[in-house]
């Protein structure tokens, strides 16, 4: 019989509360907590992210359609072979803070060539642990405590924690779920600027709606920040993993932004090869001469193995690999979402710029409390929509990326339960 009691505390989540004032937590464990969403009604997503881990523990048979990544699929071969490689030579040793110098030369022929934006491989590009160590990266060196920092709300949930961690003000940005689907309004961030807004941080293409930004948008968003001098963190995660033949935009290849927009990328996603942690990010070079500072006393370099296997993607036949990947990923998606819009109180648009669906459930149920009751019910693991901000809770994110096997089964079990709501 499943235990279907819910939103208790799990251990994780009982040691966090108890620390949460804790004399000897600095302010930075503090904030990045998001506990003020409690005090609006909502669940913080910090605090809470460990729950669906325990309560999962120990779970057989739970399908994962919160994974974000291509858990099914292995690396390309050449991609493996150069990691094997790697090994071969030995690299074992701390690789340099920049990081190797002929990964950093094909970086910045692929930016120029993929992207549009023309960096120096010596002092405008750094390899990074993935794209996550950019974010804490640039906000640690941008935002000071009582900066204004425009993000989507929905948004990637890393974001928010290490903003507020760093003390920034968090100014949210809606996106509209419209009938038509998702829309962002570039008017809606210049309503937001103020004398104090440093920073307009995004995802693009946009963990979790699947929008992709189009060229017009982003230079209306280029426009604020010439005319209000504030800066642009672009997270393109998910540049390479865009559907139906539309083009990624990055918004630093437009007149004039390079100096003022942090770019951040990644091989995890589209390569699947998220173990390895590596991306890179590119800057001006005042800004990296920061970075340089950042990675170096927090991690001193980035893995060497994974270096090699990014040279592999840049010199390797990986659009050729990644042809038939989109199309099966492309195929899931449709899958997912005409999947769920069959379903009882169940909405989704269909994503452009990554594989997420971000779905609404018209329920009334929180959406933190309906992923508890998916896992211990159904079996399958979903995101709450509070993880992505406070607009979530009505939505579940649920990842296109996770193989049709699994989709199938997983969304078969969720259509069970939602008969039943
Ligand atoms: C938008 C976005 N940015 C960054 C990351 C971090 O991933 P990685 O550090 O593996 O590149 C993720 C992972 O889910 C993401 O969705």
């Known amino acids: 019989m499943a235990d279907t009691k819910t939103t208790r505390p799990t251990n994780v989540e009982a040691r966090l509360r108890a620390t949460a004032r804790a004399p000897w937590l600095s302010d930075w464990g503090k904030r990045a907590l998001n506990l003020d969403y409690e005090e609006v009604g909502l669940q913080s997503p910090v605090v809470t992210s460990h729950r669906i881990a325990e309560l999962g523990d120990g779970l057989k048979d739970v399908v994962n359609l919160s994974a974000g990544g291509q858990i099914h699929r292995d690396p390309p071969q050449f991609v493996m072979d150069a990691v094997r490689q790697a090994v071969d030579e030995k690299r074992f040793h701390y690789p340099g803070v920049r990081g190797d110098g002929d990964l950093r030369v094909a970086l ?3 930016l120029a060539c993929d992207n549009g934006i023309q960096a120096d491989p010596d002092t405008e590009i750094l390899p990074t642990i993935g794209a996550q160590m950019p974010i804490d990266g640039a906000i640690r060196l941008l935002v000071n405590p009582g900066d204004d920092v425009l993000l989507l709300d ?6 928010e924690p290490v903003v507020r961690g760093y003390g920034g003000n968090v100014i949210s940005v809606p996106a509209h779920d419209t ?7 570039p008017d809606d961030v210049r309503k937001r600027v103020t004398p104090k807004t440093k920073l307009f941080a995004f995802s693009n293409g946009h963990n979790p709606t699947g929008l992709l930004f189009s060229r017009e948008q982003l230079h209306a968003i280029a426009d604020l920040a010439h005319k209000h001098g504030f800066w642009i963190f672009s997270d393109e995660e998910y540049e390479k993993l865009v559907f139906d033949g539309r083009k ?3 918004i630093a ?3 004039g932004m390079f100096e003022r927009t942090v770019s951040a990328y990644s091989f995890s996603k589209a390569y699947c090869m998220s173990g390895l942690r590596i991306g890179y990010m590119a800057a001006p070079a ?5 970075m340089y500072n950042v990675i170096r006393f927090e991690a001193q370099a980035v893995g060497a193995l994974g270096q090699r296997a990014a040279l592999a993607v840049l010199r390797g036949p990986s659009e050729e690999w990644l042809r038939p990947v989109i199309a099966d990923l492309q195929a899931d998606r449709d899958y997912l979402v005409a999947r769920l819009n069959a379903m009882p109180h169940v909405r989704a648009h269909t994503p452009v710029g990554c594989y997420f669906v971000y779905a609404r459930v018209d329920r009334d149920v929180p959406s933190w409390e309906l992923a508890e009751r998916l896992l211990l019910e159904a079996r399958i693991s979903v995101i709450s929509g509070t993880n992505c901000g406070r607009s979530g809770k009505h939505y579940l994110r ?6 049709r096997q699994r989709l199938v089964e997983g969304l ?3 259509e069970r339960m939602m008969k039943t709501l």
Do not use: N, Q
Not at 154 to 159: L, M
Not at 179 to 185: H, M, Y
């Open 108 to 110: 910045a022929e692929k």
């Open 154 to 159: 929905p948004e990637y949930a890393s974001i």
């Open 179 to 185: 009938p038509s689907g998702w829309v962002f309004d």
């Open 248 to 250: 990624h935009t990055s």
């Open 253 to 255: 290849a437009l007149p």
């Open 286 to 290: 005042a800004f990296m001469d920061h």
């Open 398 to 403: 649920l990842s296109g990326c996770v193989g």
């Open 412 to 414: 078969d079990r969720m």
